[in-house]
Structure formats: structure tokens, C-alpha cells
């Protein structure tokens, strides 16, 4: 059976950052789930089969390569990586980098909306 809403998967420690952006994308439709670390993400997996559409993934995050190298192995995802402060490049291979918005920063939340939309355009017509 295929899924209608996309479903996107979102890992930082940041759970503020993770739960607002749940939100946001639960609210344009998609169905999307916060995790604060890989175990919580592992956790979340089981019951996301057969897994996300989308990966938005702090590269710091412990574990973090080994999780979308295994994901990797299973299915292709596209995978979105929060920008590093100290701007570092990240260690995983990622269709787009995007820093995190201010609280309450609504010109964000539309910006945030429409890279994740374009990074997933690029999967349907990729046919991947």
C-alpha cells in the first residue's frame, strides 16, 4: 500500500527545534516525527516502515553516519543536514544543508517548507 503524506523523520537534541518543525510539517500535510538522539530515531524506524522519505539530521549527533549509511542500505530517502554553527561541513552525504530558524521566525517556517519541498520534488522526479 502505498503512503500518501510523505513522512519525514527529524533527529537533533534540539528538541524544541525538533518538535517545531514536527509540527510545522505535520500541519502542510506531511507526517513527520521528532527523535532526539539515533536510539530514539532506531525507535521511531520500527514503526516507519518501510522507512522515511526524508532525513533531517544534525551531522553532530552521535551516530549519525552509521544511521543513514544502514538507512542507505534499505532504501534511497533524501536527507536535509542543520547547518553547523561553526560551519563545518557535514560528515554525510545530504541533498541540502538549512540553519535553524529563530523561534517564532515565520519568514523561516515558509523557508523551511518550501527547501523540503523542493528537496523531495527532486526524489519523485528522480524516481528515488
Known amino acids: 500500500m502505498k503512503r500518501i503524506r510523505p513522512t519525514v523523520l527529524i533527529i537533533d537534541d ?16 506531511y507526517q513527520a516525527s521528532p527523535a532526539r538522539n539515533t536510539t530514539d530515531a532506531a525507535s521511531l524506524l520500527e514503526e516507519m516502515q518501510p522507512g522515511p522519505d526524508l532525513l533531517v539530521i544534525n551531522p553532530a549527533t552521535d551516530g549519525c553516519t552509521d544511521l543513514v549509511e544502514a538507512l542507505r542500505q534499505q532504501r534511497k530517502f533524501r536527507v536535509i543536514a542543520l547547518q553547523s554553527p561553526d560551519g563545518e561541513p557535514p560528515s554525510i552525504t545530504v541533498d541540502t544543508s538549512l540553519e535553524k530558524p529563530e523561534p517564532g521566525d515565520k519568514l523561516s517556517e515558509l523557508e523551511w517548507l518550501i527547501a523540503i519541498e523542493r528537496v523531495l520534488a527532486k526524489r519523485r522526479h528522480s524516481g528515488g
Open 14 to 29: 534540539d528538541l524544541n527545534f525538533a518538535f517545531w518543525l514536527a509540527r510545522l510539517l505535520n500541519e502542510a500535510g
